[in-house]
């Protein structure tokens, strides 16, 4: 099996900072893209950020300036350092990983618990 753990989310005042982590492990043979994805209240979850095994990165323009996604193939994990956060950041953050599961080399989409982030005027 393969699980993902987040970590870092909270409270946070507007224009503050946070750092989101997510830590993948498991019956993991390679791991391809990794990202963040986030859901508002009353509105539909979207792509944040996402981040290529090679490096290459991309942002929902609302967050371009602003936010950062990295990993550490090492320690299989994807960060997502928030600066300069407003109110229209809270939602819920999910991380997400495109695996390749070891033994059977099947390709799936496996996704964190959420972790709540709420930014405070």
């Known amino acids: 099996q393969v699980q993902l753990v987040e970590s870092g989310g909270g409270l946070v005042q507007a224009g503050g900072s946070l750092r989101l982590s997510c830590a993948a492990s498991g019956n993991i043979f390679s791991i391809n893209g990794m990202g963040w994805y986030r859901q508002a209240p009353g509105k539909q979850r979207e792509l944040v950020a996402a981040?290529?095994?090679?490096?290459?990165?991309n942002y929902v323009d609302s967050v371009k300036g602003r936010f950062t996604i990295s990993r550490d193939n090492a320690k299989k994990t994807v960060y997502l350092q928030m600066n300069s956060v407003k109110p229209e950041d809270t939602a819920v953050y999910y991380c997400?990983?495109?695996?390749?599961?070891?033994?059977?080399?099947?390709?799936?989409?496996?996704w964190g618990q959420g972790t709540q982030v709420t930014v405070s005027s």
């Open positions: 997400n990983a495109g695996v390749r599961v070891r033994t059977t080399m099947t390709f799936g989409q496996y």
């Open positions: 981040v290529s095994s090679g490096g290459s990165t």
